[in-house]
T-cell receptor, first 113, second 115 residues
Framework: DTEVTQTPKHLVMGMTNKKSLKCEQH?????MYWYKQKAKKPPELMFV???????INESVPSRFSPECPNSSLLNLHLHALQPEDSALYLC????????????FGSGTRLTVV | DQQVKQNSPSLSVQEGRISILNCDYT??????FLWYKKYPAEGPTFLIS?????DKNEDGRFTVFLNKSAKHLSLHIVPSQPGDSAVYFC??????????????FGKGITLSVRP
């Protein structure tokens, strides 16, 4: 298995809703990431988990809450989002070095209404 | 302040010809550089990387060149194929390697290969 699987592929939520994005990989990668990508912009790092511990938080608002239940799973809990949070949310994983790059999932297209 | 710059938003080349995609960076702490390809509705796919200790890395039709003094790298695709049509992102990472590495992406360039 050489994939990063993200669910759901599409999500529409209201500003008062609570939802979660899920990411799963079975490649034995010990680092997992959440990126956010707006239209015609580059992906921007949100969080990095290393060995199931949060190691980087790029000053992301608290309405985004990451969770790493185990080495294969990464969640992003969403609460009280704003319309400007609408974007493609990408999950990625990597081995210990960058020689192999990151493996990205196909993303969750989130629309906040 | 954009630390990784891809100044050309698009490039169109004829099938069989060479595609040259350019990328500039400003942060001298960047030590590792990567290229990703992205098709619509898919996540980015890793193509090729280069460490700052090298000036060239080749993998099949893809070659990345690094000019550290100019803080410039380029991706050469030869021969170009219609299936190469996609958005290409340049990305860079600081000296600290390993699982905590952070990638900074450029804005991307849309490559169109004409049959």
């Amino acid at each position: 298995d050489t994939e990063v699987t993200q669910t759901p592929k599409h999500l529409v939520m209201g500003m008062t809703n609570k939802k979660s994005l899920k990411c799963e990989q079975h490649m034995g990668h010990r680092a997992m990431y959440w990126y956010k990508q707006k239209a015609k912009k580059p992906p921007e790092l949100m969080f990095v988990y290393s060995y199931e511990k949060l190691s980087i938080n790029e000053s992301v608002p608290s309405r985004f809450s990451p969770e790493c239940p185990n080495s294969s799973l990464l969640n992003l809990h969403l609460h009280a989002l704003q319309p400007e949070d609408s974007a493609l949310y990408l999950c990625a994983s990597s081995q210990g070095t960058l020689g192999y790059g990151y493996t990205f999932g196909s993303g969750t297209r989130l629309t906040v209404v | 302040d954009q630390q990784v710059k891809q100044n050309s938003p698009s490039l169109s080349v004829q099938e069989g010809r060479i595609s040259i995609l350019n990328c500039d960076y400003t942060n001298s702490m960047f030590d590792y550089f990567l290229w990703y390809k992205k098709y619509p509705a898919e996540g980015p796919t890793f193509l090729i990387s280069i460490s700052s200790i090298k000036d060239k890395n080749e993998d099949g039709r893809f070659t990345v060149f690094l000019n550290k003094s100019a803080k410039h790298l380029s991706l050469h695709i030869v021969p170009s194929q219609p299936g190469d049509s996609a958005v290409y992102f340049c990305a860079a990472s600081p000296r600290r390697s390993g699982a905590n590495s952070k990638l900074t992406f450029g804005k991307g360039i849309t490559l169109s290969v004409r049959p």
